[in-house]
């Protein structure tokens, strides 16, 4: 398969798009090691945040090998409406806020990048099967520490965090369908659409939830965007 035009295009778009959620992740993560509360937090969360340097750095290698500069990715990383949105919602993160963060927004991580596991384009298919790997253990530590934490509180003050960023979740997954759908699945780049893989993200998030003494959160909006 040749690499030009409309495959190039979205090919660069995607991968674009995952430099800047583990960028996004390395930070966030990173600038919380040190007020993690506990030795255990501390050394899991110092992981987390090096495992999702090396998936930025590794996307950008990637990206390289497409011919997209580093600096071209860091401008387009200014274009996401989705950290926007999330930073608004969000403003002020506390220690729970990074707990729901690998528990919720990890989880849907894993799920997108179990299709870019499966990508026509055999460099980042390679890749994304190594970062999949690591997801696995970004996801425990968020079921662990969120179940610790619902032990240590009680369900009644770890419930707001969860309503909180239950919302953020679902909207990381966008609209059901978009106009680049289709051409992401014919070209081999996803097998997925959102909305498909924001049910499975359901599936898996739901019983996690009731089996943690929580309960799935209500929404005022039941369709995309989720409020």
């Not at 990890?106 to 990048?113: C, I, P, T």
């Not at 996801?139 to 509180?153: E, I, T, Y």
């Not at 943690?212 to 989720?226: D, G, N």
């Amino acid at each position: 398969m040749t690499h030009d035009g409309e495959y190039r295009s979205k090919l660069i778009k995607l991968l674009n798009d995952q430099a800047r959620a583990e960028l996004e992740a390395s930070t966030i993560y990173s600038r919380w090691v040190r007020k993690a509360p506990g030795p255990e937090e501390r050394l899991h969360l110092a992981e987390i945040a090096h495992e999702e340097t090396e998936h930025w750095y590794g996307t950008i290698k990637v990206l390289e090998g497409l011919k997209v500069t580093p600096q071209e990715a860091k401008d387009y990383a200014g274009r996401s409406w989705f950290y926007t949105v999330s930073h608004v919602l969000i403003p002020r993160y506390r220690w729970v806020d990074i707990l729901m963060l690998t528990f919720l927004i990890d989880r849907g991580a894993f799920l997108l990048v179990e299709d870019f596991a499966r990508s026509s384009y055999a460099p980042w298919a390679r890749f994304a099967k190594r970062v999949l790997e690591e997801e696995v253990g970004h996801m425990d530590f968020g079921n662990d520490f969120v179940r610790a934490q619902v032990d240590k509180l009680g369900s009644k003050k770890v419930q707001p965090a969860l309503n909180k960023w239950w919302r953020v979740a679902l909207n990381m997954f966008g609209p059901p369908t978009t106009r680049h759908t289709e051409q992401y699945i014919r070209l081999g780049l996803k097998y997925r659409s959102n909305e498909e893989r924001r049910q499975a993200f359901l599936l898996s998030c739901e019983k996690q939830i009731k089996e943690m003494a929580l309960q799935v959160p209500e929404l005022y909006r039941q369709t995309y965007p989720f409020i």
